[in-house]
């Protein structure tokens, strides 16, 4: 799609401008990236959308609750490349809003009979530990996981 391609030249834009493109000045566009995570057809649109908001979207935007909302049907879907988006996007800018607001979601997943789905939730979980143990105020024993204790 149109909006993903334009995403993808603004984070290059971004990560090659030395400092002349910052990400405040990009925060007209995540609007359009919060779309492409809700409606993306496609998993590689909306990891675009995802990456975008990864990298643009400041901790106290207003688009947080819509991004928590994206994620959270992301998890329902039972897709496995959208959970595992979802969950890298929980990885990699965790926020405070995120936990309580996912946590029952992937304990489901984790007894879900797909053992694709229990190694993803697992495998990004323990990343999760691993790179950021006490990221935002809450640590991994905090997340009610019983594999991250």
Do not use: W
């Not at 890298?88 to 926020?95: G, K, L, N, Q």
């Not at 789905?117 to 997340?143: D, M, R, W, Y």
């Amino acid at each position: 799609s149109d909006i993903r391609v334009s995403l993808i030249v603004l984070i290059y834009c971004l990560t090659t401008s030395h400092g002349s493109v910052t990400r405040t000045s990009l925060e007209f566009a995540i609007p359009s990236a919060i779309h492409l995570v809700e409606a993306g057809s496609t998993s590689a649109e909306k990891r675009v959308g995802y990456l975008f908001c990864n990298e643009v979207m400041p901790k106290d935007h207003g688009m947080r609750l819509m991004l928590i909302n994206s994620i959270r049907k992301d998890l329902e879907s039972r897709r496995v490349a959208r959970m595992s988006l979802a969950l890298s996007c929980i990885i990699a800018v965790p926020f405070a809003e995120v936990v309580p607001a996912v946590i029952d979601l992937i304990l489901k997943a984790t007894s879900n009979s797909s053992s694709v789905c229990t190694f993803i939730v697992a495998f990004n979980s323990a990343e999760f530990t691993l790179s950021k143990p006490s990221h935002q105020g809450f640590g991994h024993q905090n997340l009610g996981c019983p594999f991250l204790r």
